[in-house]
């Protein structure tokens, strides 16, 4: 699994590829410290080249959604495929992050929403 990010304007973009699973599920969360720390007031996380998520790395996304929430944050992914889309829906995270087929579709609707409208 491969990890990075980069910085966009207002917001930083951690971009996965590969399995995201309890062993990389370290790295994600070591992304999220590194972004929250950068007083952006959106993150998105890229799944293009993201093939398979796990518990801890869906833990991940849950445990840092209160981080965002108490910081003034969004949280937005976009490129997510249909298989882990399914995950997050049958979870109710898709009701929790906003998520976008494109990174201009996740824009669109994290500039609609406000940061209480989600949580």
Do not use: W
Not at 16 to 25: E, F, P
Not at 69 to 82: K, Y
């Amino acid at each position: 699994m491969e990890v990075s990010i980069s910085e966009e304007g207002n917001h930083s973009i951690i971009s996965l590829s590969g399995d995201l699973d309890a062993s990389s599920s370290i790295s994600l969360d070591n992304a999220f410290t590194s972004v929250l720390s950068s007083q952006r007031s959106v993150i998105f996380v890229d799944c293009t080249k993201l093939d398979y998520i796990s518990s801890p790395g869906i833990g991940v996304f849950i445990s840092r959604l209160g981080d965002c929430e108490r910081q003034g944050i969004r949280l937005g992914l976009f490129g997510v495929s249909d298989k882990i889309l399914k995950v997050f829906k049958i979870l109710g995270l898709d009701q929790l992050i906003i998520i976008g087929k494109t990174k201009q579709e996740a824009e669109l609707n994290i500039n609609a929403t406000q940061p209480s409208d989600r949580m």
